[in-house]
Every structure is written in structure tokens, then in C-alpha cells.
């Protein structure tokens, strides 16, 4: 299977902070990666597909960027509500798999 | 509104069974792979299996092949996974995810989670 290598696991950040996750996968996986938001006790939420189109409803500060192995998260302008854990994932070729996840903790 | 609703959940002995289920509503059911994903407490999200549109294909993880089936009621808007010889690592929430995509494994919309606790 493919495996995802996410970091940082933790990081601290501020509002209005820019926050960057990077997911490097172990082969080549196009742009099929995604970028889930989770917010403790509750489900994931797709935030980002194809590497760099952002979901319906999400807001503009969610940006994605990558292809091949190596893919980006940035958070530009950290709001309140942007404190959760992340997650990307590939979905190129089974079995579908996750990153560990960064929490985004307030600092 | 597109929502999926899991149920069955509960606290099971090792070795037992549990059938949960996953109740579609707000697009068409049929024409969309759908998926499992679980989450143990504290850890972070594995992919468990899914389900093509027509049940003519369908995929697991390693760790749940010939213990888990997951099945499918388009009639019904309904998703399922039969759970057998259930194991201490099987506890986490199970999530049922609407995939997304050529491949079906992404994953758009999903459910609030049912929590599975296989403890003696």
C-alpha cells in the first residue's frame, strides 16, 4: 500500500497566523490527494480534491498544492474555527490510505 | 439535504458479531460508491472497505478480510457491514463516506460515526 508521511504532527499557531502541513507519499500518486478537517467529536469534512481544487463551501484561506509525491495544506489568515486536527489521503490506488494527522492547537 | 446516518453500534465480546448500518438521503444513492472508514479512540483514520454502485466490485483492508462484509440495499438507500470474529483493534467509530471520483475511494460526505467497543 501506499504509505503517507504527514508533518508536523502538532503544531501551535495564532489567528491570523499562515499554517503550512506537507503529506509526502511514498510513490507517485498523480493529484489524487485530498485534505480532510476534524474537529473533536466529529467527522471529518472534505476540505480539498485533486490536490488543489477546494470543496464546495470551504473558505479561500484553504489552499492545496502538489502533484507526484509531494502535496501542501496552507492556511492563510488562521481563523477560530480553523483549530482541528488535518488530514490528507490518497485515493490513486487501493488500499486508500491517510496521513497521521496535524492538530492545529491554539498558541 | 445530503446526510448519511450510521447505527448499530454497540459493545460486543470478543469473538462476536455486529451489523451496522448507513441510511442515505439526499442524492442518488445508486449511483455513487460508497464507503467505510474507522477511527480508533485517539488514532487517526483508516479506510476499511467499500462498495461499488451495482455490488459488482468490492474491496476491504487486510486487517478485515473474511471477517467483515460490507453489502449494500439501493432500494432502500442503505449501506451495510456484517462484522464477525471481532477483535480488541476493531474498536474505533466506524463512518460510512460517500466516494468521490473515478476510483470511488475519496471520500465527499460522511456519516456522524457508530461506535464499535469490543471488550470482554
Known amino acids: 500500500a501506499i504509505r503517507i508521511t504527514q508533518s508536523p504532527s502538532s503544531l501551535s499557531a495564532s489567528t491570523g497566523d499562515r499554517v503550512t502541513i506537507t503529506c509526502r507519499a511514498s510513490?507517485?500518486?498523480?493529484?489524487?490527494l485530498a485534505w480532510y478537517q476534524q474537529k473533536p467529536g466529529r467527522a471529518p469534512e472534505l476540505l480539498i480534491h485533486?490536490?488543489?481544487t477546494l470543496q464546495s463551501g470551504v473558505p479561500s484561506r484553504f489552499s492545496g498544492s502538489g502533484s507526484g509525491t509531494d502535496f501542501t495544506l496552507t492556511i492563510s489568515g488562521l481563523q477560530s474555527e480553523d483549530f482541528a486536527t488535518y488530514y490528507c489521503?490518497?485515493?490513486?490506488?487501493?488500499?486508500?490510505?491517510f496521513g497521521g494527522g496535524t492538530r492545529v492547537e491554539i498558541k | 439535504e445530503v446526510q448519511l446516518v450510521e447505527s448499530g453500534g454497540g459493545v460486543v465480546q470478543p469473538g462476536g458479531s455486529l451489523r451496522l448500518s448507513c441510511a442515505a438521503s439526499?442524492?442518488?444513492?445508486?449511483?455513487?460508491?460508497m464507503n467505510w472508514v474507522r477511527q480508533a479512540p485517539g488514532k487517526g483514520l483508516e479506510w476499511v472497505a467499500n462498495?461499488?454502485?451495482?455490488?459488482?466490485?468490492?474491496y476491504y483492508v487486510d486487517s478485515v478480510k473474511g471477517r467483515f462484509t460490507t453489502s449494500r440495499d439501493n432500494a432502500k438507500n442503505s449501506l451495510y457491514l456484517q462484522m464477525n470474529s471481532l477483535r480488541a483493534d476493531d474498536t474505533a467509530v466506524y463512518y460510512c463516506?460517500?466516494?468521490?471520483?473515478?476510483?470511488?475511494?475519496?471520500?465527499?460526505?460522511w456519516g456522524q460515526g457508530t461506535k464499535v467497543t469490543v471488550s470482554s
Open positions: 489521503q490518497q485515493y490513486y490506488a487501493y488500499s486508500p490510505t
Open positions: 510513490e507517485g500518486i498523480n493529484n489524487y
Open positions: 485533486a490536490a488543489s
Open positions: 463516506a460517500r466516494g468521490f471520483g473515478a476510483t470511488g475511494i475519496g471520500f465527499d460526505i
Open positions: 462498495l461499488k454502485k451495482d455490488e459488482s466490485e468490492r
Open positions: 439526499g442524492f442518488t444513492f445508486s449511483s455513487y460508491w
